[in-house]
């Protein structure tokens, strides 16, 4: 156990829907990372918050968003759904902005879009 | 822009035997090097990293090491075991300015030990 929890474990909506995927960094990290893991593109970095803030932004499709909170749990939208947006999302976390940092990794979300 | 490529896709060794997986990155400016394992369905885990000012490091059957020179590391885990069959993959990232822990993935190594 990696002490970083996401939720729902599963989802299955369908096209055009939108949905809103949660996750609890571990103890004491200020980052939350989110990543898409998908059969035919492999991990893909979407997007990074620090402390409440925004850090870094990856590939990430514009009908998707994500913010951090105060109590720094962070939760991605995803918007609009297509069929291509099924796949396993995950959020990971460290102490830091990152740099040189290990990443922790949830459980992930499986979003399964029909 | 960022890219890592690793090879191979899949690599089938039997028990005993070593494994070495490889990765080569696009950005010089890279400078942490995490690998991960990822078992059928569960989440990536980390199994050991090398940043950029270390050449090799081990950690019992697990070894990474890095050449800077020619953007290279790789993965190398001896005696095998059939508990190490899993999908790895290699990432990067780079510090700089911008201080993100953004992790660039390789396209990931099945790996298969055969008892």
């Known amino acids: 156990d990696s002490g970083v929890t996401q939720t729902p474990k599963h989802l299955i909506t369908a096209t055009g829907q939108r949905v809103t995927l949660r996750c609890s960094p571990r103890s004491g990290d200020l980052s939350v990372y989110w990543y898409q893991q998908s059969l035919d593109q492999g991990l893909q970095f979407l997007i990074q918050?620090?402390?409440?803030?925004?850090?870094a932004k990856g590939n990430i499709l514009e009908r998707f968003s994500a913010q951090q909170f105060p109590d720094l749990h962070s939760e991605l939208n995803l918007s609009s759904l297509e069929l291509g947006d099924s796949a396993l999302y995950f959020c990971a976390s460290s102490v830091g902005p990152g740099a040189q940092e290990t990443q922790y990794f949830g459980p992930g979300t499986r979003l399964l879009v029909l | 822009g960022e890219n890592v490529e690793q090879h191979p896709s899949t690599l089938s060794v039997q028990e005993g035997d070593s494994a070495v997986i490889k990765c080569t990155y696009s950005?010089?400016?890279?400078?942490?090097f995490p690998w991960y394992k990822q078992e059928l369905g569960k989440r990536p885990q980390l199994i050991i990293d090398?940043?950029?000012?270390?050449g090799e490091k081990k950690d019992q059957r697990i070894a990474v090491t890095l050449n800077k020179t020619a953007k290279h590391f790789s993965l190398h885990i001896t005696e095998t075991q059939p508990e190490d069959s899993a999908v790895y993959f290699c990432?990067?990232?780079?510090?700089?300015?911008?201080?993100?822990?953004?992790?660039?993935f390789g396209q990931g190594t099945t790996l298969q030990v055969k008892p």
């Open positions: 090398i940043r950029s000012n270390v």
């Open positions: 950005d010089s400016a890279s400078n942490y």
């Open positions: 918050y620090y402390n409440g803030e925004e850090r």
């Open positions: 990432a990067a990232s780079k510090g700089g300015s911008g201080n993100t822990g953004k992790l660039i």
